[in-house]
């Protein structure tokens, strides 16, 4: 038997893949289930219109019990937009990536998440420097002190 | 049977014990004195009643802990008429406040129990009914809910049953067991085997059971988490005990599955268990967890509870256990002697994090002095030795090469490195000073030497404090070299191995005084000067003297003809430490009762010292 993860994965992309995305979000690279990639596009009258970014996400063999580790891009020109939760490094301070991760969230749920998060105003971190000086190359192993602005 | 009392172990084993509890024991020791000599030499009569150097604590078991929980979980039940799975979640989500959580429940207890993550938010029920209601579901929660059919176009295993599959691949969120003959997909792992079994909490979030597994293993084992929260997205339901229970822990007479979870499900039970003890014990300002690894063992000192306790004592406790590990206790006599140090008891203060007896001195002022050693020693040292300081602006210089002819960079000062008097002075005498008693260079070496004097102070009390520590920590081998010097005297002489336990005794002893000694280093460095510092330092100098004569005499070489003599050396010097050092103890925690010690430094919870004289 294939490992849940692999299952759950087979079965959120075949979704994907018949379904499609929501609308600003495509499907970039799938070849593994170790490593996928998004773009990801604010939809609509926003800070952030006609800017597309990449969004990564890596899975152990515990997803979906253990959250996925997820950024953007920052490498090969790319760049993360510029938002409050989001670092210059790519690293993103979610709440669902951290301690409200739930199992039943799937990828597409996260982008979606993501995407309506952007959907606010443009200006990086106030620790921004200091963070990204000292980061750990994967954001999950980052306790993130999560601020309820929603 | 007088002398099998002798070298009862219980002597000092659990001299801890003996002390907060009663002395009982000690009574019964004490009519023995006459008979047994061997054992009772080393008694001092103040034992039995509590020191004032002490303080009254309590060592719980893990076990005891739970029975304190069950207590307050019971009593909740008793108040709210609910059952324990609930009162339980209700205690912790209060952190164990029960007066709190008594005037909260009165005043809303649906509201209570929705943020508790008792109940389902929506539309809750009087909270009476409710909760009766709710342990049923808890207790028989392993639903079994076997799908007799499935569907679902992911699966590539055929369908044993006809049905077609409906329109949407994700099945309701809400799949509550009622709906069982409908085709069930577990929205994890997307299982949609038929004999699947699966479970959900009172939200009815179901999942099958092999995810709920995974989720608190994961919980338990990498998070160490105690509350296993449902796995729906913003479900903020808890499962209860039972649920987990009954999940982790193989039924009786269930189909033998997965021999790994087998094993590792009472491993996470037990490990919850424990999770919830440190929990209660942290929302408890009366309780500590013992510090030392993989003890589970809890102490209980409520005089210790407050902040502004620790001004006048020292909670000094001990947990009850020896040694690291479990199964020390199992250990026979000699292995414990040997192992010395290991087979030590858990001693650690209640009031900080200091994980040995830093008595006599108060856990604030213990604490600057490892701030600072911690910051200061090995710089201070350095700057002692590979440095001096300008006579004229005092900056600190480091001579790396060159002549004797300085030029401070700072004040352009002229000066001679070797004797620090002005180089004007030095006329033509280049490369060697011989001007070592001129006024002037007296003159500067006492600036400099004035300007040192507190760092000449501080290293002082360092040395000797850093000496004790030293000592201390050698003293591992002094037991080893002590075992072999009985077993030498056992074969030399015609003693006994009782009769050359004084020896054990004294090392002991020794080690113990060096604690004192090393902590009263650091409070005489912080202690302001006048009568009482004088007399303070009196009495740590006369606990030093007799702790240096009895280490002495402990390193001395062994000669059969000596034995008696030095036995009864010995035994006088370890009574007589054991008295001086009782006295340091006492005075000091006496004075921290009277509020009679003043700081040279401001001190948390203490008068600044400004305002003496």
């Known amino acids: 038997m294939a490992s849940i993860s692999a299952r759950r994965l087979a079965k959120e992309l075949r979704e994907i893949q018949s379904e499609g995305c929501p609308v600003g979000i495509t499907l970039l690279e799938a070849n593994d289930f170790s490593r996928w990639l998004f773009t990801i596009e604010v939809m609509g009258e926003s800070l952030y219109q006609g800017e597309v970014y990449d969004l990564q996400f890596r899975f152990d063999a515990q997803y979906p019990i253990s959250s996925p580790a997820v950024q953007f891009v920052v490498t090969g020109g790319k760049q993360s937009p510029i938002h409050p939760h989001v670092y210059s490094n790519g690293h993103i301070c979610a709440s669902i990536l951290g301690n409200e991760w739930s199992p039943v969230l799937s990828v597409i749920a996260v982008c979606v998440t993501l995407q309506s998060m952007l959907a606010s105003c443009k200006v990086r971190p106030t620790d921004n420097d200091r963070y990204v000086r000292n980061a750990p190359e994967n954001p999950k192993k980052t306790l993130f002190h999560y601020d309820d602005d929603t | ?613």
């Open chain 2, 1 to 613: 049977m007088g002398s099998d009392y002798g070298y009862s172990e219980d002597d000092d084993d659990y001299y801890d014990d003996e002390e907060m509890i009663d002395g009982t024991q000690d009574e019964e020791e004490d009519t023995d004195e006459d008979i047994d000599m061997d054992g009772d030499d080393f008694k001092v009569s103040t034992k039995g009643k509590k020191k004032s150097y002490e303080v009254d604590y309590e060592s719980l078991s893990q076990r005891s802990v739970e029975k304190l929980m069950q207590r307050d979980v019971e009593h909740i039940c008793g108040i709210f008429g609910v059952e324990s799975d609930t009162a339980s979640l209700l205690l912790r989500y209060m952190k164990w406040n029960k007066e709190k959580l008594i005037e909260k429940y009165m005043d809303n207890a649906a509201l209570v129990s929705v943020a508790a993550g008792v109940t389902v938010p929506e539309a809750p029920p009087p909270p009476l009914v409710r909760t009766q209601t709710i342990s049923a579901p808890a207790s028989t929660s392993r639903r079994p809910t076997t799908r007799g059919s499935k569907l679902l176009g992911l699966g590539s295993k055929s369908s044993k049953s006809s049905n077609p599959a409906p329109s949407t691949p994700r099945p309701p969120q809400r799949t509550s067991s009622k709906l069982a003959d409908q085709a069930f997909v577990c929205q994890i792992c997307f299982n949609d085997s038929p004999d699947m079994r699966t479970l959900a909490l009172d939200c009815d979030h179901t999942y099958c059971t092999d995810c709920w597994w995974d989720y608190v293993v994961s919980k338990i084992r990498d998070e160490s988490e105690h509350s296993i929260r449902c796995m729906a997205e913003s479900c903020a339901m808890v499962a209860p005990d039972t649920f987990v229970r009954d999940l982790l822990l193989p039924e009786p007479g269930a189909p033998v599955g997965d021999k790994e979870k087998e094993e590792l499900g009472p491993k996470m039970w037990s490990r919850l268990q424990e999770l919830f003890v440190r929990h209660f014990v942290a929302c408890n300002a009366s309780l500590k967890f013992c510090p030392y690894p993989s003890c589970t063992n809890t102490v209980s000192c409520p005089t210790a509870a407050s902040k502004s306790s620790l001004t006048t004592i020292v909670p000094t406790v001990s947990c009850g256990a020896r040694g690291i590990g479990n199964g020390v206790q199992d250990m026979s006599r000699s292995q414990q002697f040997t192992l010395g140090l290991q087979g030590k008891e858990h001693k650690f203060c209640f009031g900080c994090p200091i994980e040995s007896d830093h008595r006599p001195v108060v856990c604030n002022v213990a604490k600057m002095w490892l701030k600072k050693c911690r910051d200061d020693s090995e710089t201070a040292n350095w700057i002692k030795s590979n440095t001096k300081e300008c006579s004229q602006c005092q900056s600190t210089i480091e001579k790396n090469g060159g002549c004797n002819h300085m030029t401070c960079k700072k004040c352009k000062h002229e000066f001679c490195w070797v004797c620090m008097g002005p180089w004007s002075e030095h006329g033509t005498a280049w490369y060697s000073c011989n001007r070592y008693d001129e006024k002037n260079g007296v003159d500067a070496r006492d600036a400099q030497s004035k300007s040192r004097a507190s760092l000449e102070r501080y290293l002082h009390y360092y040395n000797r404090w850093a000496n004790h520590e030293q000592s201390a920590k050698l003293s591992l081998d002094l037991y080893a070299k002590t075992e072999k010097k009985m077993e030498e005297m056992q074969i030399t002489s015609a003693l006994t191995w009782i009769e050359v336990q004084f020896m054990k005794k004294a090392v002991e002893e020794v080690d113990k005084c060096r604690m004192t000694l090393k902590w009263t280093y650091a409070m005489a460095y912080y202690l302001a000067k006048g009568n009482e510092k004088d007399l303070f330092e009196d009495n740590q100098r006369d606990l030093e003297k007799a702790v240096e004569d009895l280490s002495e005499l402990l390193e001395s070489p062994i000669e059969a003809e000596n034995i008696p003599t030095l036995r009864q050396q010995v035994t006088n010097k370890t009574v007589y430490v054991q008295k001086r050092n009782e006295i340091v103890l006492e005075d000091t925690a006496q004075g921290f009762q009277d509020g009679r010690w003043r700081w040279n430094v401001s001190v948390d919870g203490f008068d600044d010292p400004e305002e003496l004289g």
